[in-house]
């Protein structure tokens, strides 16, 4: 069975800490994986996407890294403020289908 | 340009209640995905179309649960003798190519 596992389930951080989310999936032959933000009340807001061959992305201070073989991916976040607040999601795409799989979320909340 | 669309985007339905949740895509997309989203969870994969067929329907949890898409572009989630474990965020996606989805911000179904 396709499962995506996301640790911790909730995170609580000082401004201005580095930290690390991570995401696990049982099957990887994933097409590609995404990381997104969901702030409470609101939809996904998509932050990353890195295809199956490729090993990270970044945007600002994000990054993204992804182990295919060993079934996991991290989600970087350099410096964190309040405003990153929110609840992040992890997502796999297989080729075969077209639904993306989800894990549970991590919760963060970064305290001014 | 405009992103996905809900409506509405909160419903509170009596136990037994037929609803009807609506989902505008981006224009020209051909796919269009939804996800229910339980408290607390990440988002489960209900069903997809590309155009106007119903390409898979295998979330979808039970037969009281009925979408369409009839001209291919607005689709529409019936959810019918509505029960409490209904209650849940409903998120539309829509894709032009299948693998990037973009997320609506939801329809919040509460049924009492």
């Known amino acids: 069975k396709q499962e995506v596992t996301q640790i911790p389930a909730a995170l609580s951080v000082p401004e201005g800490e580095n930290l690390v989310l991570n995401c696990s999936f049982t099957d990887s032959a994933i097409y590609n994986l995404q990381w997104f933000r969901q702030d409470p009340g609101k939809g996904l807001t998509s932050l990353l996407l890195?295809?199956?061959?490729?090993r990270e992305q970044t945007s600002g201070r994000l990054n993204a890294s992804l182990d295919k073989s060993s079934g996991r991916s991290t989600l970087y976040i350099a410096a964190s403020q309040p405003g990153d607040s929110a609840t992040y999601l992890c997502a796999v795409f297989y080729n075969q289908g077209g639904k993306l799989i989800f894990g549970q979320g991590t919760e963060l909340s970064v305290k001014p | 340009g405009a992103g996905v669309s809900q409506s509405p985007r909160y419903k509170v339905a009596k136990r037994g209640q037929d609803v009807a949740l609506r989902c505008d895509p981006i224009?020209?997309?051909?796919?269009l995905f939804w996800y229910q989203q339980a408290l607390g969870q990440g988002p489960e994969f209900l069903t997809y179309f590309q155009n106007e067929a119903q390409l898979d329907k295998s979330g979808l949890p039970s037969d009281r649960f009925f979408a369409e898409r009839p001209e291919g572009s607005v689709s529409t989630l019936k959810i019918q003798r509505t029960q409490q474990e209904d209650s849940a965020v409903y998120l539309c996606a829509s894709s032009g190519n299948r693998v990037e989805q973009y997320f609506g911000p939801g329809t919040r179904l509460t049924v009492t």
């Open positions: 890195i295809q199956s061959s490729q």
């Open positions: 224009s020209g997309h051909v796919s």
